[in-house]
């Protein structure tokens, strides 16, 4: 699959509120806050089975009510389009933050 060039790249995060440029990884990364730990576990479980679907897996962490999440295609060495639709499915079911 191809990475997404500067450009691709910038027009996409316009249009996925939240989500910034990690250069360093070349990914993409946001932070939600859910409210609690539960809600966390909720958003973490929709987005797993989201993501099975779609066989496309975050990088993730949870912290009691946060979630970090990348997104980046490892066997493409870089962001992708896989990631940007994992990031507008991700945005659309998740908590605002």
């Excluded at 910034?20 to 973490?44: K, L, P, Q, W, Y």
């Excluded at 997104?71 to 499915?89: F, Q, S, V």
């Amino acid at each position: 699959m191809k990475v997404l060039d500067d450009q691709e790249r910038n027009e996409a995060l316009i249009s996925l509120p939240g989500w910034t440029h990690d250069a360093g990884r070349d990914a993409i990364v946001r932070n939600f806050e859910c409210g609690d730990f539960v809600s966390a576990f909720s958003f973490m479980t929709a987005v797993a089975i989201m993501a099975e679907k779609v066989d496309h897996h975050p990088e993730w962490s949870n912290v009691y009510g946060k979630v970090s999440i990348v997104l980046t295609t490892h066997d493409a060495g870089g962001l992708t389009p896989k990631d940007i639709e994992l990031a507008r499915k991700i945005t659309a079911i998740g908590p605002s933050s």
